[in-house]
């Protein structure tokens, strides 16, 4: 399946569009990561893991022919994103070993809901523990994050998106994450949309240059978002044409000016050391998009575990 850049995710059925209304909570419908695009990370994490002499642990401890029944499980509230990663760390470990998936990306999960059985031979399940845990535990991370921003800002109209602010080779997975957290994407690198920034701006010689420059040279399915950190800029660049325009550090009152301005000419995107605490009074200020580095670059870890089946146990 292609991923699209945008990725906007509809609104919740029968969410109420005004501001002050109640947000949803829901699981969002998005269309999951093909095997083939996934596979050569999740076997690459594999075999950093198990080095140049396999687990030494499970091999040495583990009879061969043992085999186990385990289950995945939350252990605190959160987001769900990354099952098909943690299948695949299961099913390249070894074909034997059974993934029953009981929960799908983008339930909204409780301590204790279970999310998939596993069962198959032993050592080779517990092989590949860790890299499944770290896949679900990260990506649930980022994806209960951005659920937490977009539930607060839905009401409102404005989405929040994700930035390049990304961990090395995990920019894929952790924007699919995002999408799962009722989030949309920014760029996926720089080659898919042009964003003139304040250094590209002073090179060029100012806003008009820059986007003259951009405009001349780009396709007609390539977007222009300019930088923005003051009105005047802003005003620069409304005139110049650009698609979209990031607000940058600015304070609600001038973020307020900033859409009046744009009028609807442009999208508006506000962005620059955006909290938790901030985004209600940035999206009541109007912007389209509030861009969140965090979603991606420092979210906590969801706590999933993976614990033994007890006897007579029938999950």
């Known amino acids: 399946m292609s991923i699209i850049s945008e990725a906007i995710v509809p609104a919740a059925a029968g969410a109420a569009s005004h501001a002050g209304a109640s947000a949803p909570t829901q699981e969002w419908d998005v269309a999951p990561l093909a095997d083939v695009m996934l596979e050569p990370l999740v076997r690459q994490t594999l075999r950093e893991d198990l080095g140049r002499a396999g687990d030494l642990t499970s091999n040495l401890i583990i009879p061969a022919q043992a085999t186990a029944k385990l289950r995945l499980a939350a252990r605190e509230e959160g987001v769900l ?7 695949l760390a299961f099913a390249l470990m070894d074909a034997r070993i059974e993934f029953r998936p009981l929960l799908r990306d ?18 080779e399940i517990l092989s590949a523990e860790r890299t ?4 679900l535990g990260h990506l649930s991370g980022v994806a209960s994050a951005t659920a937490r921003i977009a539930d607060v800002i839905r009401p409102y109209g404005t989405r929040v998106t994700c930035t390049r602010k990304t961990l090395p080779g995990l920019r894929m997975v952790q924007k699919y994450a995002v999408r799962v957290g009722g989030g949309s994407n920014h760029r996926y690198g720089l080659d ?4 003139i920034k304040d250094n590209h701006v002073a090179v060029a010689g100012g806003v008009k240059a820059a986007v003259e420059r951009a405009r001349r040279g780009a396709g007609h399915m390539v977007a222009i978002e300019l930088e923005v950190d003051t009105l005047e800029q802003l005003k620069e660049g409304l005139e110049a044409g650009v698609n ?8 609600p009152d001038m973020l307020r000016a900033a859409v009046r301005m744009v009028n609807g000419r442009a999208v508006t995107e506000a ?12 999206a009541q200020a109007g912007v389209d998009y509030i861009a969140i580095g965090a979603i991606t670059h420092s979210v906590a870890v969801l706590d999933i575990g993976l614990d033994a089946v007890e006897a007579g146990d029938h999950a």
């Open 81 to 87: 994103a990354g099952m098909d990663l943690a299948r």
């Open 106 to 123: 983008g339930a909204r999960l409780r301590q204790g809901d279970v999310l998939a059985t596993v069962e198959g031979p032993a050592r």
């Open 132 to 135: 499944a845990l770290n896949f």
């Open 192 to 195: 898919d949309a042009i964003l």
């Open 244 to 251: 979209i325009v990031l607000l940058d550090n600015m304070p």
């Open 271 to 282: 962005s620059g050391r955006v909290t938790p605490q901030a985004v209600k009074a940035i």
